[in-house]
């Protein structure tokens, strides 16, 4: 395999994750997650439940979120339903999609991610805690 593919992690709807993910890789979630998550490009399905915070480079939001969300290129889908502040660099917010929450405009947002997550492997369970369950 060549050195220079783009490498992406992708969390099935059947998945519910309980802790931090730290991923630098891309990383789609259609599954559930309860804890924060750091990658470099994120994609949420429809389906998908995260109760956490995020920090990404870019992140394209089409589900359920309780919590904040940083990220550099920030797209907010019809479909969307996010409650927490938002910062952002570059936005777009689709007809439909909802957000109760502060938006915060910032120049380097979702930077972080890049110090918090580089040495690890591309996709790391940071915290595990026994499943209590997760409305989805």
Same mark, same amino acid.
């Given at each position: 395999?060549?050195?220079?593919?783009?490498?992406?992690?992708?969390? $099935? @709807?059947?998945?519910?994750? !309980?802790?931090? /993910? &730290?991923? =630098? *890789?891309?990383?789609? +979630?259609?599954?559930?997650?309860?804890?924060?998550?750091?990658?470099?490009?994120?994609?949420?399905?429809?389906?998908?439940?995260?109760? $956490? @915070?995020?920090?990404?480079? !870019?992140?394209? /939001? &089409?589900? =359920? *979120?309780?919590?904040? +969300?940083?990220?550099?290129?920030?797209?907010?889908?019809?479909?969307?339903?996010?409650?927490?502040?938002?910062?952002?660099?570059?936005?777009?917010?689709?007809?439909?999609?909802?957000?109760?929450?502060?938006?915060?405009?910032?120049?380097?947002?979702?930077?972080?991610?890049?110090?918090?997550?580089?040495?690890?492997?591309?996709?790391?369970?940071?915290?595990?805690?026994?499943?209590?369950?997760?409305?989805?």
């Amino acid at each position: 395999m060549a050195s220079n593919t783009t490498t992406f992690s992708v969390l $099935g @709807a059947d998945v519910i994750v !309980t802790g931090n /993910i &730290a991923s =630098t *890789v891309d990383l789609h +979630i259609d599954g559930c997650v309860e804890g924060d998550l750091k990658c470099a490009n994120f994609v949420q399905g429809e389906g998908s439940a995260i109760k $956490g @915070a995020i920090i990404a480079e !870019t992140a394209r /939001i &089409a589900g =359920t *979120v309780e919590g904040s +969300i940083e990220a550099r290129d920030l797209v907010i889908q019809r479909t969307a339903r996010i409650t927490g502040d938002v910062v952002y660099q570059n936005l777009t917010i689709e007809n439909g999609g909802k957000v109760e929450g502060k938006f915060s405009h910032r120049r380097n947002a979702g930077e972080r991610r890049a110090e918090n997550a580089a040495g690890k492997t591309p996709l790391e369970l940071v915290a595990d805690e026994p499943s209590q369950g997760m409305a989805g």
